[in-house]
């Protein structure tokens, strides 16, 4: 079986003291036996990491998810230039405003009406579906049966089998046994 398994979870579960999280040690352990289980049972499967914040795959990867990795067919998918989201210069509307007869008068139009803040609203889930469509693509190609999601990664993927993991509902019933964030 061919699986993408969703690691933004994994790549923001460091907790802001520098410990691990339990969603960090647990996707780590759930990674690591899945890799360990192809090994043994499914030498061609392969295991796609990828993230539906790309902005995530920009950092440096933790060691320890750079040793998954490191696995025959284990790979994280997000990097290569047709997946990832624009970052150019996001676009027409802010070079028109800064055109110098009609700047002041578009200024007073995007403040009563926010259109820059619509024009980027638009173009920002323009470019997020561009992103879905590109790792579909991929999924496709490579014959991606099931794709791994979190409760905070959730987005249905058509065409294959989705599975969600919820890590921890002791924060809603257990709210007092947690830190609170700072």
């Known amino acids: 079986m061919n699986i993408a398994f969703e690691i933004s979870p994994f790549l923001t579960a460091s907790g802001p003291f520098g410990d691990k999280s339990g969603v960090y040690r ?7 036996g899945l890799i360990e289980h192809n090994k043994k049972h499914n030498p061609d499967g392969v295991i796609v990491l990828f993230s539906f914040s790309p902005n995530l795959l920009t950092v440096s990867l933790n060691p320890e ?6 696995n025959k067919n284990v790979f994280i998918l997000g990097y290569t230039d047709n997946l990832a989201m624009s970052e150019h210069k996001e676009h027409f509307y802010e070079e028109f405003i800064e055109f110098p007869l009609i700047n ?10 926010q259109i820059s803040r619509i024009y ?3 173009t920002g889930l323009y470019l ?6 590109g790792l579909k693509r ?3 190609k490579l014959n991606i049966d099931a794709v791994l999601h979190s409760e905070t990664g959730f987005y249905y993927m058509e065409d294959f089998k989705n599975i969600i993991t919820i890590y921890d509902v002791t ?3 257990l709210p007092y046994l947690h830190r609170e964030e700072t």
């Open 120 to 122: 980027k609203k638009i």
């Open 171 to 173: 924060t809603v019933l």
């Open 26 to 32: 647990y996707m780590y352990g759930l990674l690591s």
């Open 65 to 70: 998810i750079a040793q998954l990795i490191d």
């Open 138 to 140: 991929e999924f496709h």
């Open 128 to 133: 997020f579906r561009r992103y879905i469509n």
């Open 104 to 113: 002041f008068p578009l200024k007073i139009i995007n403040r009563l009406f």
